[in-house]
């Protein structure tokens, strides 16, 4: 007879199994067994946050900047409700996160007990799935099918509610190694035809306007992804653009890449997406910010979509050709295929190519990321310009909260490699960047990360500072202070008559001592000319930093396509504001 | 702005609404229902009628029928995210009026009057294979199996001989021929 094992034990094993090393989580009274027995487990460190949104965003920028799955270990009630936001998020950006969340005692549970709350049910719509444990000899196999759900196809955030009594109780441990029956969102089930692969290479062949569109899902397919991706737009000599989310998987500061698309991407990235008349969608979703109008969107394209969810291919806009699959598996057989057949394509093709590229040249040519720089006060993106290029020299990760900065980041800091920018695009959570910091430095020690903040995102979850110096993680936060949300802001002059309405936040901390009031280095740089020498100190410090830099309070962040607009009728900047329709005000 | 009131792009062009059946294999665990109907609310698409039973007692296999409408990329959306459910083992679709799927509901109409009411009541129901399952000189429960436009028809009509409670079952569905779902 197997010896028998206590829940919390059980939990434990299960996470060994699953080779995890960090747990980010926050103890509490429905969860007491399991924190008990972390002792007994030296392979595994707990980080221990200060609130459990933080808890859930390290272990998200964990999960994003390593590969690996995100784990997070939450009490009932309070614990599992903060903790929503931060799955939510991982649901949204699809990262891999398993959350263990205590429960009342089996017996209390449905008596409006101390702490309970209906932790599946809330989580329900922002977890690919949930359990709650009722029998203890479930628990190792609910484990290990947690890890594998919140891992296979599209990665998303998983929840496993275990009750005290269950944690106590003892029963049988087994590692169950593939349990699930299907392969989730057709990942394993779908196996790529010659067929499709000619198809798409018969589109390749004719267009004579082609893009490739590429998103997340080439991030989250691992960096062979990214390496095949860097191969294949070489073979083609086609230009990309990259959603926000995609940012990293292409080198930034190559001549083939045109930059982020989408609401506020590049003048040539959204003409070149209207224009075309192929667009290859490798592993991106046509998010709205993405696709403006879709009654308008690239109206003259053959489109191409591999997605690794098949709920996402068709959603928002018809494709041509499918394909299900997982992109590196994808372009493997792809470039396999197209070298067979195809030798020295970049080079018969040019000619065929040479007036798209000329076009694309004239809409580069608007120079659509410039801006007025100035000599007296700190212009956020000549910021994000200086941080970048006194830090490419390094590998260095990115973290961003939401807003006009984390717009700038994405249009000025040119990323070359997969996994360093870590951003929440689909729920949009400000507060985000702070803890993410948090879990890239644990992933990475060592390495420089700096969350490029705001001020007033970075605020929301600003008691992280605590858990940077408790864990001696350097983490840089620069922080673009305007004193306004800026995005608010921006959108308030734009569309509804400048009435800045809560958007200035009055009584601002004095971030220099409150970085010293948490045991960091606090640095404030407010002129041009005294940047570099402040951004250099930072990175110079090994200790965490809480970098203010005092901005242009008015700035707006273009280009833009505004709301309701199609791809080709981008604002380029301040001169061009033009009224928006009535219509477009309802729009976010 | 009338035209939408929650706009988070420009809505696109309306396809044709089309109503259909779909057919969904779970297991039957706590909160899959929740999960079905979550799905449904959570992304703004309309169930009409629902009706789940568990069909297999040793693999607590339950089997739901869900009547809904919507576009045909709406119809498709609500296919591949049920697929996506871990409980979920396969889904059917159908639309209304397929010829090789038969669709039954079932209703109990209870009517107070007296006999000559209730022999009337009888007549009506003819057609949709009635069974008596309660009968007083004052009352009857009469059940019977039939489409839904048919029922809501005859619900209609029995109104004025003397309906006053009546209970339904959402649609149920099955192939024609030695076909089976699959």
């Known amino acids: 007879m197997p010896k028998l094992l206590s829940g919390a034990e059980i939990v434990f094993k299960a996470l060994e199994d699953q080779k995890v090393e960090y747990i980010f989580g926050y103890p509490g009274g429905a969860v007491l067994p399991i924190y008990d027995e972390l002792k007994n487990h030296k392979s595994i460190k707990h980080i221990l946050a200060r609130h459990e949104q933080g808890a859930g965003h390290s272990a998200e920028g964990y999960a994003r900047s390593s590969g690996k799955p995100g784990v997070l270990l939450v009490t009932s009630g309070p614990g599992a409700t903060n903790a929503v936001t931060a799955l939510t998020d991982a649901y949204m950006d699809s ?52 890890f594998e759900v919140a891992t296979t196809g599209r990665p998303g955030p998983v929840l496993v509610d275990i009750p005290k009594d269950i944690q106590f109780k003892k029963g049988k441990y087994k590692f169950f190694k593939n349990t699930l029956k299907k392969k989730l969102n057709g990942k394993a089930t779908h196996k790529i035809s010659n067929s499709e692969l000619d198809k798409f290479i018969d589109l390749i062949k004719r267009s004579s306007k082609p893009i490739f569109y590429t998103g997340g899902g080439v991030i989250n397919s691992g960096p062979e992804a990214s390496k095949y991706l860097r191969e294949l737009v070489s073979l083609t000599g086609f230009p990309i653009t990259s959603t926000l989310q995609g940012l990293g998987a292409y080198p930034g500061d190559d001549p083939q890449f045109l930059g982020m698309l989408g609401m506020h991407g590049t003048y040539e990235a959204n003409n070149a997406m209207h224009d075309c008349d192929l667009m290859i969608n490798i592993g991106a979703r046509f998010d709205d910010r993405i696709t403006g109008k879709v009654d308008e969107f690239s109206p003259g394209s053959k489109k191409i979509h591999v997605d690794i969810d098949p709920s996402s291919i068709g959603k928002n806009i018809k494709v041509d050709l499918a394909i299900v699959s997982d992109v590196t598996s994808l372009l493997k057989s792809l470039i396999k295929r197209f070298k067979e057949k195809n030798k020295n394509f970049v080079n018969s093709n040019k000619q065929k190519t040479s007036k798209w590229w000329e076009q ?193 309070k008015a700035e707006n962040c273009f280009p833009m396509i505004p709301s309701g607009k199609p791809h080709n009728q981008m604002i380029l900047g301040p001169e061009e504001e033009e009224e928006i329709s009535d219509e477009g005000k309802v729009l976010v | 702005m009338a035209k939408s009131k929650s706009a988070y792009s420009v809505p ?13 294999w779970v297991d039957n665990e706590a909160g899959v229902l929740a999960r079905i109907a979550g799905l449904f609310s959570g992304r703004g698409y309309n169930i009409e009628s629902l009706a789940v039973a568990e069909v297999d007692k040793k693999k607590h296999i339950s089997r739901i029928t869900i009547v809904t409408e919507g576009t045909p990329q709406v119809i498709e959306q609500i296919n591949l995210q049920l697929k996506k459910l871990v409980p979920v083992h396969k889904v059917a679709d159908f639309k209304r009026g397929e010829k090789d799927i038969l669709f039954r509901e079932l209703a109990m109409f209870k009517i107070l009057g007296n006999s000559k009411k209730l022999e009337k009541v009888k007549k009506i129901c003819k057609r949709f294979n009635p069974v008596v399952l309660d009968k007083t000189n004052k009352s009857i429960v009469i059940q019977v199996t039939a489409l839904r436009a048919e029922i809501d028809k005859l619900a209609l009509d029995l109104k004025s001989l003397g309906l006053i409670s009546t209970s339904r079952t959402g649609a149920v569905a099955m192939t024609k021929g030695s076909r089976i779902f699959n």
């Open chain 1, 95 to 146: 990262i891999p996160l398993v959350c263990i969340s205590g429960q009342v005692p089996t017996h209390l549970i449905g008596t409006d007990a101390f702490q309970e709350c209906d932790t599946t049910g809330i989580t329900r719509p922002c977890t690919k799935h949930n359990w709650l444990v009722k029998d203890v000899n479930d628990l190792s196999r609910i484990l290990h099918l947690a």
């Open chain 1, 360 to 552: 694309i040249g004239k809409w580069r040519g608007k120079k659509s990321l410039n801006f007025i720089n100035s000599d007296k006060i700190i212009k956020p993106q000549h910021a994000v310009q200086r941080l970048y290029e006194l830090t490419k020299s390094q590998d260095t990760f990115i973290t961003t909260e939401v807003g006009q900065h984390q717009m700038w980041a994405a249009q000025h800091y040119k990323f070359n490699k997969p996994n360093r920018w870590m951003t929440s695009g689909g729920l949009g959570t400000m507060g985000y960047g702070l803890p993410a910091a948090i879990g890239v430095q644990i992933a990475n020690p060592g390495k420089l990360v700096v969350d490029i903040a705001g001020e007033a995102s970075v605020l929301m979850t600003m008691q992280e500072m605590s858990t940077a110096v408790q864990y001696r993680l350097p983490i840089k936060i620069f922080i673009l202070n305007n004193e306004y949300m800026g995005m608010v802001r921006q959108w308030q002059e734009l569309l509804h008559e400048k009435n800045y309405s809560e958007s200035y936040t009055a009584a601002l901390p004095d971030f220099v001592k409150l970085a010293e009031s948490y045991g960091c280095v606090g640095i404030r740089a407010k002129t041009p000319n005294e940047l570099d020498e402040k951004i250099k100190e930072m990175i110079s410090v090994d200790r965490p930093v809480i970098f203010d830099c005092v901005v242009d």
């Open chain 2, 12 to 24: 696109g062009k309306i396809g044709k609404i089309e109503r259909h059946i779909i057919v969904v």
